[in-house]
């Protein structure tokens, strides 16, 4: 058969040799040139119980990168994080009560291993960076655009007065902007957003709701000192009867979060008096609403200024928490306070008195006095003693601004 379509079609064959003598030639060279170029490689050699074997390096046989993979995987989880929110949001519109879904133990360790304090301290070096006049308009315009910032209220409006981003950062705002109410006793000490307000029940403090943090761990053990004459607690109900000093009070809370939009300073709530600060060194974590209903204790995490003191109904704290990028917490008398610094380990806590020889009850604050400053959007914390008729004039997630009312008697 071969025979007669060779003998019919010898132009058909004449075409087809070649490719054939080319196709045996691919199949010779082939595994002699994977010969060559395995000999190439350099050859690792490890003994079994059997025989000695040689293999090449993982990275030449494998082109595995990592970055790619990582960036694939971190967006992968981002994005399923940001549908999370997107259908709680909807939920909510429908009114409906979304349980919160805590982090687990390993998602809060891998989040604390970002060098967020490395990050934060060189975001505070790049505001200090002194911008050219040219370049100051649209930066803050920018700025001002996304985070909603009001510069009417502002005592300079002029964004050419601003240097850098810091100063800008802390503007000062005119004085008819937040007016002080003087007909309740407790007033909100900045701008910002209500997450969570109420009575202290079982030494638990809620964040946001559903999800607490320890009272003892947010404000750290009442050691026996001059200024808080307080022996050590040895329950959480012992805890919180430290901090109730008069018969027929109740201990009560608000968590107020201060947006990167929002007027940066703070205030004295009411009128008291300080007479001890404690600064805990840790994490920088993100304290907006989301990451608070995400990870359980997250302020007891993060860096924090607690100060105590007392006002006309017994026992009284702020304490101000520090966020990503806002490493920086500033209090206005307090000049040895250093915030975000090396020098201080995690974990641990430095306290200061206020109470001296010479001063033996502590610094007195006016209502409305300036109290201190963040660099960026951050929480403040009020945790105070009041009788038992105390009632809070708020509603979760309401905006609210400096001088305004939180609550009275």
Known sequence: MAASVGHRCPRLLHRVAPWRSSLRHCENSAPNHFLQSSQKLPLRAFRTDTRKVHTA??????????????LLTG????????????????????????????????????????????????????????????????????????????????????????RNLSEFFRRKLKPQARPVCGLHSVISPSDGKILNFGQVKNCEVEQVKGVTYSL???????????????????????????LVTRE????????????PGDYHCFHSPTDWTVSHRRHFPGSLMSVNPGMARWIKELFCHNERVVLTGDWKHGFFSLTAVGATNVGSI????????????????????????FVTHANKEGVPMRKGEHLGEFNLGSTIVLIFEAPKDFNFQLKAGQKIRFGEPLGSL
């Not at 027929?248 to 947006?259: P, T």
């Open 248 to 259: 027929g009070n109740e201990l009560y809370h608000c968590v107020i979060y201060l947006a």
């Open 57 to 70: 390096p993982a990275r030449t046989l494998f082109l595995l990168r990592p970055l790619p993979i990582l």
């Open 75 to 162: 967006g992968g989880y981002t994005g399923y994080r940001q549908y999370e929110k997107y259908r709680e949001r909807e939920l909510e519109k429908l009114g409906l009560e979304i349980p919160p879904k805590l982090a687990g133990h390993w998602e809060v360790a891998l989040y604390k291993s970002v060098p967020t304090r490395l990050l934060s301290r060189a975001w505070g070096r790049l505001n200090q960076v002194e911008l050219p006049h040219w370049l100051r308009r649209p930066v803050y315009s920018l700025y001002i655009w996304t985070f909603g910032v009001n510069m009417k209220e502002a005592a300079v409006e002029d964004l050419r007065h601003y």
């Open 216 to 242: 003892e761990s947010f404000l750290g053990p009442r050691t026996y000192t001059e200024d808080l004459p307080f022996p050590p607690a040895t329950s959480c109900d012992s805890f919180k009867n430290q």
């Open 330 to 353: 500033r209090i206005y008398f307090d000049r040895d306070l250093h915030t975000n610094s090396p020098r201080y380990s995690k974990g641990s806590y430095n306290d200061f008195s």
